[in-house]
C-alpha cells in the first residue's frame, strides 16, 4: 500500500520530498488537484467536496492513508469528513497536528489541560480560508493557554509560486510580513501556514529577522508520519511512486521540476 499525499498544487511536494528522504522505503502517490487551484479563497463546502473527490481518488489508487498536505484543507475539510465521512479501514490526517507538537512541545497523545508554552506571540502565514476557519487557534487552545497568535491571510503568494514568478511572490511575502508586523511588531515565532510557503521560507526569514524561529511543515510532517507508521505497519506495502493531476500533466511535470530540481512526471488522475 502506498501513502497518498494530496494538495490543491504543488505545494505539497514539499512535504512529499521530506517523507521521501526521510522513509525511502515507502511508496507514495501525490495528487494535486491544479485544475481547481488554489483553494485558499473558496468557500468551505466547496474546499470540503473538492477534498472528499480528490481522498477518493488517492483511495481508488491503493492508498489506505492519506494525508492533506494542504492546510486549506486540513483547515476546512478534515474534520468534517474525519467525523461523517472516511470509512472505517482508512485514515486522512492533517498538518496541522506535527506543527502543534512542535510548537507546544507535547504529543498528540497528550490529553492533559491546555498549559503555558514557552512561545507566547506567533506570527501565522496562511491562506485566506486557512485563516477565516481559525482551526490552527482552535486546536492550539486544546493544548496551549497564554498564547497570541496573529494570523496574516497571504493573498497572491499561492498564484504566484504556481505561476513561477517567484519575484512577485517574494514582493508579496515582505508585503505580507510588514502587514503583520504592524499587528505584532514582536512575534517570538512564525507558522508557514501553506505547504507552498516552504518554497519561500528564505525570505519570510529574512524579512521577520533572525531572532524569530520560523516553523515550516514538510520535516515535521515527515517525522511525524514515520511514527505513525512505526505503530501502525499494517498500512505499509509495496509499490512505485506515481504523480497524478486533474490538470494538464505536461504543464504540471514542468513546475515541478522548477520547483523541486529533479525529474518529476504526473499523470493524469
Known amino acids: 500500500m502506498a501513502v497518498g499525499i494530496f494538495d490543491s498544487g504543488l505545494g505539497g511536494l514539499t512535504v512529499l520530498d521530506a517523507a521521501q528522504k526521510r522513509l525511502p522505503d515507502v511508496p507514495f502517490v501525490y495528487y494535486a488537484d491544479s485544475a481547481h487551484a488554489p483553494y485558499g479563497v473558496r468557500t468551505a463546502d466547496d474546499i470540503y467536496e473538492l477534498t472528499v473527490k480528490a481522498t477518493q481518488t488517492l483511495f481508488d489508487a ?9 492546510n486549506t484543507a486540513s483547515a476546512a475539510a478534515l474534520r468534517r469528513m474525519q467525523e461523517s465521512w472516511v470509512p472505517a479501514d482508512k485514515r486522512v490526517l492533517g498538518v496541522f497536528v506535527p506543527l502543534i507538537e512542535a510548537l507546544t ?13 514557552d512561545v507566547k506571540h506567533v506570527a501565522l502565514f496562511a491562506t485566506p480560508a486557512t485563516v477565516s476557519s481559525r482551526a490552527f487557534q482552535r486546536e492550539l487552545a ?6 497570541d497568535v496573529e494570523a496574516q491571510a ?9 505561476d513561477g514568478d517567484m519575484i512577485l ?3 508579496l511575502v515582505n508585503s505580507h510580513v510588514d502587514a ?3 499587528k505584532m511588531p514582536q512575534p517570538d515565532a512564525a507558522i508557514l501556514g501553506c505547504t507552498h510557503y516552504p ?3 528564505s525570505q519570510f526569514q529574512a524579512a521577520l529577522g533572525d531572532n524569530v524561529k520560523v516553523y515550516s511543515q514538510a520535516n515535521l510532517v515527515a517525522e511525524s508520519l514515520a511514527d505513525y507508521l512505526d505503530r501502525r505497519p499494517e498500512m505499509l506495502g509495496g509499490g512505485e511512486t506515481k ?5 494538464d500533466p505536461k504543464q504540471v511535470s514542468q513546475r515541478a521540476v522548477q520547483f523541486m530540481r529533479r525529474q518529476i512526471t504526473f499523470e493524469s488522475a
Do not use: H
Open 142 to 147: 486544546f493544548r496551549a493557554v497564554g498564547v
Open 105 to 117: 512541545e507535547r504529543s498528540w497523545g497528550d490529553n492533559s489541560p491546555p498549559r503555558e508554552v
Open 180 to 182: 503583520l508586523k504592524r
Open 243 to 247: 504523480y497524478l493531476t486533474s490538470g
Open 169 to 171: 511572490a517574494e514582493a
Open 154 to 162: 497571504c493573498g497572491g503568494v499561492v498564484d504566484a509560486i504556481e
Open 62 to 70: 491503493g492508498c489506505d492513508l492519506v494525508i492533506l498536505a494542504c
Open 199 to 201: 518554497l519561500m521560507q
